[in-house]
């Protein structure tokens, strides 16, 4: 196991760091926020929203002299990443929310990262600026471009320091490939390519080129009435540049191999659990969609998230997970009335933390959930302002299903379902983590004793 990670109950106390965002009063739509993600060193953590902004945060450099701050993270860049459209064709409006960052690995002192709305993917290039040049020959100091015939002396232009800006810039704009939602992004191992899917299909682009992609998987059929299933999200191996799994709202998942074919709908390998005909219901469909997949670090095993569980599969086991953790179990008697309020079809996310030991996915009530692979422990925390004082340590929360109800434990009648934690990011080598609840973005670290 990788150091820094003990087991995360007996080891972990997670403790409250920082809350970024404004408290919960008149939240509008566009503030909340709808993807979060830390890039490959975890010294940027980077969060979009419904009304199309990417907020990049920073580490600070740990001070000597305050050893008990550890460092913290503040804005670092904010841009306007998709502004919203109207698709007149089809009389449609395309929003500006932002569905997934992806970031590149860095290469030299700037940042890339992909974001994608509904529609298109921006590739943006983030870079500082502590310097100007002056001194220009063809303009003057206000920019303006001068009558040549008045220059009688060249000159020589300077850079001059100026306070640090920290630029972002659109550098490529992946547009007009996709009919349907654009659902996930996923930047391949080899950096030259990444791929974008939607409910019916999956684009590989290269970087370099914005005017044409390679479709790769295609499952619309020819008569859409025959639509039986769509695509929830698609993710590259992070170490075979040629393979790639894609998962369906019929709780299937497919793994991938470009070598054989240049459009792959025949998979490779098909991942799917028999149902236990006990459970069936008339929600069995709707909530046995997967609304996240993830590789692990490794490359050896998927994380798959539905509607109640998280499942972990062994990439050489197509028949059944090897691992299943229950997230919400006690909201099962409840799928009535979370299908009447469209709850049941919100879409989770799950994570690794860095060793692939500890998986952490979000539930209602500004609950998230933890599991400790090894030990099969697992954790429940609560990510709320009452809580948020420095250093305060998270209490585990519970959840009690009936009959007398102890003092520290909640009600599954008194849960709040317009609170959700759908998007969550694990520090790719500490135990820091990022929890997004609306509009506010939480950040947690282990308590160092």
Known sequence: MAPGFGSLVQDVLWCFSQVKGTIDTGVTESDIISTVEFNHTGELLAT??????????????ESKNQPHRRGEYNVYSTFQSHEPEFDYLKSLEIEEKINK???LPQQNAAYFLLSTNDKTVKLWKVSERDKRPEGYNLKDEDGRLRDPSMITVLRVPVLRPMDLMVEATPRRVFANAHTYHINSISVNSDYETYMSADDLRINLWNFEITNQSFNIVDIKPANMEELTEVIT??????????TFVYSSSKGTIRLCDMRTAALCDRHAKFFEEPED???????????SSISDVKFSHSGRYIMTRDYLTVKVWDLNMENRPIETYQVHDYLR??????Y???CIFDKFECVWNGSDSVIMTGSYN????????NTKRDVTLEASRENSKPRAILKPRKVCVGGKRRKDEISVDSLDFSKKILHTAWHPSENIIAVAATNNLYIFQDKVN
């Open 48 to 61: 979009g929203d419904k009304g199309g902004r990417v907020v990049i945060f920073q580490r600070e450099q």
């Open 101 to 103: 960052i992806r970031w």
């Open 233 to 242: 999200a698609a993710e590259f191996h992070p170490h075979h540049c040629n």
């Open 277 to 287: 005909p006990s459970n069936r219901s008339f929600f069995s469909e709707i909530i």
């Open 333 to 338: 008697s409840k799928l009535c009335s979370l």
């Open 340 to 342: 009447e309020n469209d």
């Open 366 to 373: 500004n609950f998230f959930r933890m599991f400790d692979r």
